[in-house]
């Protein structure tokens, strides 16, 4: 047979062109069997690249930048000065986007602490290094709720079905209040009068959208108006 766009010949075998694309037999009519008279495409011929040898050459490479960053660092200062921030980004952009592709089904539960205990460990380096006081009072809490708010949404939009809607609102509420708990570690961090000057704008703010968004979850002829009339 022939392919009706083109004219070129065809096996029975063949469901579309291979050249132009079009198909060739309708789909209720039986195909005979063949051999085809095309190769198969080019790319389901090429091997599929190998995820766990590109991750061995990313953490190779990430090695050899740790021990360029320390040989050039100890030749040039004798000590470490610059390179233990550098290498500290490097582990911290390792840990959160490398080392979960290591695994072949990676929990976001699990690895989302990771990731932000590697930040917090970054930032109590640097604070050690710069002689600041403002690690315990500022960084560690402010990770922390992030970290637990994070964790939170990710574990609840994964385990728990169908309450998209309230999980956003709650976090959007909760994320509110952290924000007047940061106003008031800075406060202390930086030893001034506790005042509550902007976080209760932003926090009022998201507390109404979240609010806005349980409503909608627990008003069904509500939220099936607005997506008739906003066509979401």
């Given at each position: 047979m022939y392919c009706v766009q083109c004219g070129v010949e065809?096996?029975?075998s063949e469901k579309v062109c291979p050249l132009c694309g079009t198909r060739v037999y309708h789909p209720q009519i039986k195909r005979g069997k063949g051999t085809?008279?095309?190769?198969?495409?080019?790319?389901?011929?090429?091997?599929?690249?190998?995820v766990s040898g590109v991750l061995f050459l990313i953490t190779a490479l990430c090695v050899l930048v740790i021990a360029m960053a320390l040989l050039v660092d100890f030749k040039t200062a004798g000590h470490v000065v610059w390179s233990g921030y550098a290498i500290g980004g490097l582990m911290?952009?390792?840990?959160?986007?490398?080392?979960?592709l290591w695994f072949h089904r990676p929990n976001p539960v699990i690895f989302v602490p990771c990731g932000f205990a590697a930040v917090a460990a970054y930032l109590l380096y640097i604070c050690l290094e710069t002689g600041g006081n403002w690690f315990l009072t500022?960084?560690?809490?402010?990770?922390?709720?992030v970290a637990l708010l994070t964790t939170?949404?990710?574990?609840?939009?994964?385990?728990?079905?169908?309450g998209g809607l309230y999980i956003a609102g709650?976090?959007?509420?909760?994320?509110?209040?952290?924000?007047v708990v940061l106003e008031m570690l800075i406060s202390i961090t930086i030893d001034a009068p506790i005042r509550f000057v902007w976080s209760p704008y932003p926090a009022a703010a998201l507390f109404l959208l979240g609010l806005l968004l349980i409503v909608l979850a627990i008003c069904r002829p509500l939220r099936e108006a607005l997506r008739k009339r906003f066509f979401v």
């Open positions: 065809l096996d029975d085809r008279l095309f190769p198969a495409a080019q790319q389901e011929q090429e091997e599929k690249v190998s911290v952009v390792y840990v959160c986007a490398v080392l979960p500022l960084a560690f809490p402010t990770v922390g709720m939170a949404v990710v574990a609840l939009a994964r385990y728990v079905h169908g709650g976090a959007l509420i909760v994320s509110g209040a952290c924000l």
